[in-house]
């Protein structure tokens, strides 16, 4: 896995640094400047996210990420073929999962 710092693109962050109101999506928390949080800008819980920013929404966005497992299960499908949100949320919970910095209670 690439080191933190650089699991986001150079011209993502040089477009940042020069952002009159920069995403702090991309920071462990809100205006760090850490790079610490997402390696790219994204719904919440996108199908395209890596595991490490999945991980990082559940912990984020706990609520929204129970509404999907919810969603899951009356429907019988799975959030990704490869991976259903209930494992990524038990993962998330168990499995030192990176620190959300910042936790949305909706």
């Known amino acids: 896995m690439a080191a933190r710092q650089g699991l986001v693109d150079r011209p993502v962050k040089e477009w940042h640094a020069d952002a009159p109101a920069p995403c702090w999506a991309y920071d ?10 997402n390696s790219r800008c994204s719904c919440a819980l996108c199908g395209f996210a890596s595991r490490r920013d999945l991980l990082l929404s559940v ?11 919810e969603v899951e299960q009356v429907r019988g499908d799975s959030f990704r073929a490869d991976w ?5 949320i038990r993962h998330a919970n168990t499995c030192g999962a990176p620190d959300p910095g910042v936790v949305w209670p909706e």
């Open 59 to 69: 912990g984020r966005r706990p609520r929204l990420a129970d509404l999907y497992a």
């Open 84 to 88: 259903r949100i209930t494992d990524l």
């Open 28 to 37: 462990s928390v809100p205006g760090a400047g850490d790079w610490l949080g």
